[in-house]
């Protein structure tokens, strides 16, 4: 029986995860989205994609749903979660992927509304458990996890990273970069900012900002708090980005040595959340890839035995929603 999924906030990652969904034939059934937008621009904007290119089914608008391969979602616009009909529409588990809702206070209503769960597509404050699939994913209890998040994409991209390295040759402590694309947080053309390098035209500029995955990697991987830091800096391509992640290890190794160990996780225990490649590619190259993190083999470096520097790249659109479709097959099966 599939799993009813209602989506609240229907922009970049709300889309793609229902397209990541429909394509994958995964069992859910997305019975509701809410969104502020009215219908016809909802379903345009999910048939026609800038950067993923068009949808390859059918979708429609009617007054208050878009029909897609026939199936009827019913839209809804309200601004306050608490008012949207969960129960009556039977649903499992609430995607929260408006970015304004990521208090837990705040999603809760989801569950007030009749919801049994919310999983949150992005770092929250006050969640029950913050999951990384492939990582920690096994310390979830459906009895007291109700409020989850799924970090965010560069988060879900950086901790494979660190647990591979970590597991093999120690961690003393590390530094990353995430070279990201330009999103929605930022701005075409100049324009007020509370970050004032985010105030900038992103199209036409490196932009040097912040970024919490290093912190949030320490809510997966608890042994690690306090030993990484580090930025993001936005660059002007609209899907995918690149993880630097340099660590002091504590046993001595080598760039073969290092290469095994991410080529054994990714045909094992990581296994369609880690991926290892040789191949000389570049961003464009890895749009679409579902993958949480692909380990660029030719990029690792080791200097004087101990010091490794890894490059994971990641479709931080499709990747990540990719990861919140099978978060929502991973909760709904525990339900």
């Known amino acids: 029986m599939a799993l009813k999924v209602g989506i609240n906030g229907f922009g970049r990652i709300g889309r793609q995860v229902l397209r990541a969904a429909i394509e994958s034939g995964a069992a859910i059934d997305v019975v509701a989205v809410n969104d502020l937008t009215d219908t016809k621009t909802l379903a345009h904007l999910f048939k026609y994609d800038s950067v993923h290119g068009t949808f390859g089914g059918t979708v429609t608008a009617e007054p208050d749903a878009i029909v897609v391969n026939g199936h009827?979602?019913?839209?809804?616009?309200?601004?306050?979660?608490?008012?949207?009909?969960?129960?009556?529409?039977?649903?499992?588990?609430?995607?929260?992927?408006?970015?304004?809702?990521?208090?837990?206070?705040?999603?809760?209503?989801?569950?007030?509304?009749?919801?049994?769960?919310?999983?949150?597509?992005?770092?929250?404050?006050?969640?029950?458990?913050?999951?990384?699939?492939?990582?920690?994913?096994?310390?979830?209890?459906?009895?007291?996890?109700?409020?989850?998040?799924?970090?965010?994409?560069?988060?879900?991209?950086?901790?494979?990273?660190?647990?591979?390295?970590?597991?093999?040759?120690?961690?003393k402590h590390a530094s990353m970069v995430t070279i990201h694309s330009?999103?929605?947080?930022?701005?075409?053309?100049?324009?007020?900012?509370?970050?004032?390098?985010?105030?900038?035209?992103?199209?036409?500029?490196?932009?040097?900002?912040?970024?919490?995955?290093?912190?949030?990697?320490?809510?997966?991987?608890?042994?690690?708090?306090?030993?990484?830091?580090?930025?993001?800096?936005?660059?002007?391509?609209?899907?995918?980005?690149?993880?630097?992640?340099t660590v002091e290890v504590e046993k001595t190794t080598t760039v073969a040595e290092v290469n095994a160990a991410f080529k054994a996780a990714a045909d094992g225990a990581m296994k369609g959340i880690l991926q290892y490649t040789e191949e000389e590619l570049v961003s464009v190259d890895y749009i679409g890839n579902p993958h949480s993190s692909i380990l660029d083999a030719k990029n690792t470096n080791v200097i004087d035995g101990t010091m490794v520097k890894v490059s994971g790249w990641y479709d931080n659109e499709w990747g990540y929603s990719s990861r919140c479709v099978d978060l929502l097959l991973y909760v709904g099966a525990r339900l």
Request: with cysteine; proline share 5%.
């Open 182 to 245: 330009y999103t929605n947080d930022q701005n075409i053309l100049d324009l007020p900012h509370k970050d004032l390098r985010r105030a900038r035209a992103a199209a036409v500029s490196i932009i040097p900002t912040t970024t919490g995955a290093a912190k949030a990697t320490s809510l997966v991987i608890p042994e690690v708090k306090g030993k990484i830091d580090g930025i993001a800096i936005r660059v002007p391509t609209p899907d995918v980005s690149l993880t630097e992640l």
């Open 72 to 171: 009827r979602i019913k839209i809804f616009k309200e601004k306050d979660p608490a008012a949207l009909p969960w129960k009556a529409l039977g649903v499992d588990v609430v995607l929260e992927s408006t970015g304004r809702f990521t208090n837990a206070e705040d999603a809760r209503k989801h569950i007030a509304g009749g919801a049994k769960k919310v999983i949150i597509s992005a770092p929250a404050k006050g969640e029950d458990l913050t999951i990384v699939l492939g990582v920690n994913h096994e310390k979830y209890d459906n009895a007291k996890h109700h409020i989850i998040s799924n970090a965010s994409c560069t988060t879900n991209c950086l901790v494979p990273l660190v647990k591979v390295i970590r597991d093999n040759f120690g961690f």
